[in-house]
């Protein structure tokens, strides 16, 4: 049961209507805080409305980055549970193409073992009786608790429980500044790109959510976030050349990962690192490069006709000089408590991380929140069936 959002003693105000931003706002509306978010545009209309649509079983990482791999397969059974009707329950597959691929076979199932992803290994044959199309070269492949989501009803049922819960939920409402005194963050200056007017939303804390624009929002409290925007193209094709999840079975690279979306198939991704998240173009020979090599994984994808190209950007977490491609930084996610860090009360930031691990993040967040105010109230997300999307937009 929650309390009416007047009667609530705390208000946090959440900068960004991403996934992250949608299930902070939830987390913290069921441990009786009054909540209100502001987004600049739509909701999800930054990175997460943007991504392939792919609920990760973590596989991708276990080799190179155990610590995200184990969010991803952890996350990924909540989000089942919590979210029924949302995933295509197909599945994935890693599969070897060359030798050099099979030389990372062993250590690819042992490292899914280790954090605890389930790997049904297979033979070509098995391989190829689940996914014709393959490429009939194949070694073998590997079978993997990935899903395909939709990027936008997935963070959407987020928002419309919070909503449910008395959230106020505001889009298209921007934040130009915080309010910050003796090193105090008391609100935030909005303007409301719909009625044109510019006000103030004080709050007893104010929750930075905004992904790859973290290091400009903190900027506005003098705080320094270290994120490295690193965009990556994705292609939509015509056509469902596969019904499960198909990745190359190696360490991560471009365009290996083909994931089926209603009659489309989405190839991605390129990996880069910019300055400013608005640099986001697509690359024309990035677009060839998710040709070929989505077409060492299904040789249709060489004929398969265009439908969209576009790019997001990650929210890494890493200093300029960490990295060239995006590659080198981990996926995982961090929270920062700017009184501890930088010695600024009443502002929080949450950032890097996946749209898997949105609820995850959000639990680590709001805790955090509820230990500045002195709240004491358990998590309930874990257990909480969401509301369905589309009731974030009724009236
Ligand atoms: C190419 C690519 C592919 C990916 N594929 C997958 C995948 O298949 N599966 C997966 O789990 N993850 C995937 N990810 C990762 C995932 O998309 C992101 O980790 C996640 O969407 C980040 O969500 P967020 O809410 O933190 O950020 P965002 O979704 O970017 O939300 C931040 C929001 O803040 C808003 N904002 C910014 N400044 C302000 C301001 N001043 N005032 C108000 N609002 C503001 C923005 O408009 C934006 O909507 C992919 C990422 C990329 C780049």
């Known amino acids: 049961m929650t309390s009416a959002p007047g009667t609530r003693p705390f208000h946090v105000l959440i900068v960004g209507g991403g996934g992250t931003g ?14 209100t978010l502001v987004e600049r545009g739509e909701f999800t209309s930054g ?54 691929d099979m030389e990372y076979y062993d250590e690819f199932v042992k490292a899914c073992a280790d954090c605890g992803i389930p790997a049904q ?14 490429n009939p070269s194949l070694k073998a492949a590997v079978r993997v608790p990935d899903a395909t989501m939709d990027a936008m009803r997935m963070p959407l049922r987020f928002f419309a ?39 103030e939303i ?20 003098g705080v320094d976030v270290p994120i490295r925007p690193s965009p990556g193209v994705m292609l939509a094709l ?49 677009v060839q490069r998710m040709y070929e090599e989505g077409a060492k994984l299904i040789p249709d994808v060489a004929r398969a006709e265009l439908r969209s190209a576009w790019s997001a950007a990650r929210p890494l977490i890493g200093s300029r000089g960490d990295a060239d491609t995006g590659r080198e930084l981990s996926r995982t996610f961090k929270t920062y408590d700017h009184a501890e860090t930088d010695g600024v009360e009443g502002f ?9 691990t949105l609820r995850g993040m959000a639990e680590l967040c709001a805790d955090i929140v509820c230990r500045k105010l002195g709240v004491e109230a358990e998590c309930r997300t874990r257990e909480t069936e969401l509301a369905p999307h589309s009731e974030a937009y009724a009236a």
Not at 26 to 32: C, E, F, N, V, Y
Not at 128 to 134: M, V
Not at 349 to 355: C, L, N, Q, R, S
């Open 348 to 356: 929080v930031t949450i950032t890097g991380g996946k749209a898997t």
């Open 202 to 221: 004080s709050a007893d804390v104010v929750v930075n959510a905004t992904g790859p624009w973290s290091e400009k929002v903190a900027a506005m409290a």
């Open 22 to 35: 949608g299930a902070l706002a939830h987390d913290l509306t069921l441990r009786g805080l009054h909540v």
């Open 47 to 100: 990175t997460t409305g943007r991504h392939h649509g792919l609920l990760h079983s973590g596989a991708r990482y276990a080799v190179g980055d155990a610590e995200s791999a184990i969010e991803c397969i952890e996350e990924n059974t909540i989000l089942r549970r919590i979210c029924p009707g949302t995933f295509e329950e197909n599945g994935g597959l890693f599969v070897a193409i060359t030798d050099e």
């Open 238 to 286: 015509r056509g469902r050349l596969c019904n499960m999840v198909v990745n190359r079975m190696h360490r991560s690279g471009d365009g290996d990962i083909i994931v089926p979306q209603r009659a489309l198939s989405i190839i991605g991704t390129s990996s880069w690192t910019v300055d400013d998240p608005e640099e986001l173009d697509v690359p024309e020979d990035h």
């Open 121 to 134: 290994e297979l033979t070509r044959e098995q391989a190829l009786a689940f996914e014709p199309n393959l």
């Open 161 to 199: 429980t919070a909503k449910r819960n008395g959230a106020d939920l505001r889009n298209y409402v921007e934040v130009l500044d915080l309010v910050v005194n003796n090193r105090v963050v008391s609100g935030a200056v909005v303007r409301d790109h719909v009625t044109g007017k510019v006000a």
